[in-house]
């Protein structure tokens, strides 16, 4: 039974326009939620994070919001650029990094930014 | 600036014939993590090493081993590699409760 569920296999988004990709959870457990950018032949990349304390975080292009009520987050890349052509993975933990919990991952969605 | 580095990026094997995938990394990190990727699927944690502190995943089957021989190294043994096995396997590095890093993979073939 998936944890951390990405609905969109794919999204494709015109240059300069707002990309938003959604990520659900199950787990009330979850305290940390995680953003990986993953480029072909390339390991998963880091992009930004939030803790379950927090309903927004901002870095640049991009900001990840939390609904905790909802068991929801989503990522915003605003405005997208053909270079962030690339598969999102979410992510959520509890105790982030411990031993006590680890990475749990959606399946990804494959974002196209069209030029 | 290779941080975590996989060897191989590919690798073939037969049905039945251990192999081993092999990490290492230069950030001097303590923890080191490998996930098993099945197409179209979530990067699954299959188990970590806390320095030479090894903990398994409930659920990872016992044809997979790990060892960690020194801070800079971890490999994962596949013992009798099934069809199943099939996947990408991610390397992944991070210091105590802080960001992972992850490695290019390898990827398995099983013939």
């Known amino acids: 039974d998936q944890q951390v569920k990405q609905n969109s296999p794919s999204l494709s988004v015109q240059e300069g326009r707002i990309s938003i990709l959604n990520c659900d959870y199950t787990n009330s457990m979850f305290d940390y939620f995680l953003w990986y950018k993953k480029y072909p032949a390339e390991g998963p990349t880091f992009l930004i994070s939030?803790?379950?304390?927090?309903d927004k975080n901002e870095d640049g292009r991009f900001t990840v919001f939390l609904n905790k009520s909802a068991k929801h987050l989503s990522l915003h890349i605003v405005p997208s650029q053909p270079g962030d052509s690339a598969v999102y993975f979410c992510?959520?933990?509890?105790?982030?990094?411990?031993?006590?919990?680890?990475?749990?991952f959606g399946k990804g969605t494959k974002l196209s930014v069209k030029p | 600036d290779a941080m975590v580095i996989q060897n191989p990026r590919y690798q073939v094997t037969q049905f039945g014939k251990p192999v081993t995938l092999s990490c290492s990394q230069t950030l001097n990190h303590n923890v080191m993590y490998w996930y098993q990727q099945k197409s179209s699927q979530a990067p699954k944690l299959l188990f970590h090493y806390y320095d030479k502190d090894f903990n398994n995943e409930a659920d990872t089957p016992d044809n997979f081993q790990s060892r960690r021989p020194n801070t800079s190294f971890c490999f994962l043994d596949i013992r009798s590699p099934g069809l199943g096995d099939a996947a990408m396997y991610l390397c992944a590095t991070s210091n105590w409760q802080e960001t992972q890093y992850f490695g290019p993979g390898t990827r398995l073939l099983v013939l």
């Open positions: 939030i803790s379950s304390i927090k």
């Open positions: 992510a959520a933990t509890t105790n982030y990094g411990g031993s006590q919990g680890n990475l749990i």
